[in-house]
């Protein structure tokens, strides 16, 4: 049996974690528009600094699952936003940011695309999942809930930062 320091463990740990995220991060819209067949779904993440970044980045996602869906008819998606910006969707919020809040509901509403935030960073800020409007599910945890998707073999779609879509 080989024996593994308490150093060596968690860092072991995290260069696996880090192999992961690379992976999941090195899936494009455009790599999937270019499969041949459909994943079993799609599900798109969101997390960035930037408390305006929905401004832009759920355009993007309104227009990639528009452009996915063209290509693979039928494809289930979904959508976890578990950072800064996810705050903006905040039922209190709708008025000061009416459009994300317009294209939010209408991907869960219109587009059969459930809308996640992460109700553990909403807690650390002392919201619960009742200062959310109805259209956004609040699960337990936004990276849980990534990985409740892949274990269904959903393909993680990490929709670029704000600052990366403002320089396009």
């Not at 080989?2 to 696996?16: D, E, K, Q, V």
């Not at 960035?48 to 832009?56: K, M, N, S, T, V």
């Not at 935030?117 to 800020?125: D, K, L, Q, S």
């Not at 809930?145 to 959903?154: C, G, K, S, T, W």
Request: hydrophobic share 50%; proline share 7%; glycine share 6%.
């Amino acid at each position: 049996m080989i024996a593994i320091s308490s150093r060596l463990l968690p860092a072991l740990f995290g260069l696996f974690a880090l192999n992961s995220v690379a992976t999941a991060a090195s899936v494009t819209l455009d790599d999937l528009l270019a499969r041949a067949a459909a994943p079993a779904g799609v599900v798109f993440e969101i997390v960035d600094r930037d408390p305006g970044a929905l401004d832009i980045a759920l355009p993007w996602v309104k227009q990639a699952a528009q452009r996915l869906k063209a290509r693979h008819p039928g494809l289930p998606m979904a959508l976890v936003t578990h950072g800064q910006e996810m705050f903006a969707l905040q039922t209190g919020k709708r008025a000061g940011n009416p459009a994300i809040h317009q294209i939010a509901e209408s991907l869960s509403r219109d587009d059969g695309i459930p809308v996640h935030v992460c109700e553990t960073y909403a807690g650390r800020r002392g919201l619960a999942a009742e200062d959310f409007p109805a259209y956004i599910d609040v699960a337990p945890a936004g990276p849980t809930q990534i990985r409740n998707y892949e274990a269904l073999d959903y393909v993680r779609l990490v929709v670029p930062r704000s600052s990366a879509l403002r320089a396009r």
